[in-house]
């Protein structure tokens, strides 16, 4: 006798055997297989994040801890980005204010949302982009503590209100809270991160060039050392551009933040894709990717 099984409860009315009915079992494991990515797609993106957790850890460690021990090794938005990740916000850490401003504007946190530009704006776990007074706009970041409140390094302040983090004439740029990522939104959540390397990128190391790992330029610059200066905005790297055509050695310039676009360099061309290796595309991590080279996101090529 061939003996028959049943595929846990939730088939309980369907009577197979894997002699016979094959075809069913096959069509019922990819079902189970895309349940399964389904569940585990809302999951990723719906994960929440804990304010309190990010706003305590901030609190405990606005004066310096083994994570973040002083400001020349913890500076502002390490450590803003540190207590984010400690409330599981899950986009790694930036080290530049005004890159995570731009990823803030860019949409490329999903469930992240403006919800102002004043102290009154500030609650726990909020991400405070401000103006020091003297360096520009993004020129430092705070983790919110309380209504109103924020905790910082560089230099070290715990729930104090923002306006005395910074010089005569500085200001807050924006209050970033997380709001939570609708699963009703869950397809144009999933790709707004691949959009930004999230999901699609592979990871790679970025050994010996783990220094320059929030800095999509310098990393390019270590891979080729040829790459000139002077390439801070889009406008720039659109001015350095001297070529359209691909090959491993050159730096690809390609569409991406708003304000700074994006650098990477060419190791591969093959079959219509230019593959490369970036840095900072998926926050402070190195990873290696490829577009179409007819895409329109791609600016053009630096080349030796």
Partial sequence: ??????????????????????????????????????LLGISTVSATYDKTAAATWAQSCAYGCSECPD??????????????SHGNWGHGYVGVCKDLWSGFK??????????GASESSIHKGDAVI???????????????????????????HKDVPASSTWYSGGYINAVYTYTGVSTTNLTD???????????????????????????????ARDRQPKLPTGLTTCADKKSKVNSHTPAPGCVLFRTGDPTYCHAAYVTKVANGNVYYDQANW??????????????SAILGYWCP
Avoid: Q, R
């Avoid at 103006?131 to 390094?153: E, K, Q, R, W």
């Avoid at 998926?282 to 895409?295: F, R, V």
């Fill in 1 to 38: 006798m061939i003996k028959s099984y049943k595929y846990f409860n939730f088939f309980k009315n369907i009577d197979f055997n894997f002699h016979y009915n094959f075809t069913t079992y096959i069509i019922m494991v990819k079902f189970l297989k895309f349940f399964g990515l389904l």
């Fill in 71 to 84: 400001d020349s090794s913890c500076g502002c938005t390490y450590f803003t980005t540190h207590a984010m």
């Fill in 106 to 115: 860019a949409g490329k946190y999903p469930g992240w949302t403006l919800s």
């Fill in 130 to 156: 401000m103006n020091n007074g003297h360096s520009g706009d993004a020129s430092h970041c705070c983790i919110g503590t309380g209504s109103g409140l924020v905790s910082c390094h560089n230099p070290g």
């Fill in 189 to 219: 959540s999933i790709n707004t991160n691949k959009s930004y390397g999230l999901l699609g990128d592979t990871l790679i190391s970025c050994s010996p060039y783990d220094a320059d790992s929030c800095n999509c330029v310098y990393y």
């Fill in 282 to 295: 998926t926050p402070c991590k190195c990873s290696s990717d490829y577009l179409s080279t007819s895409s």
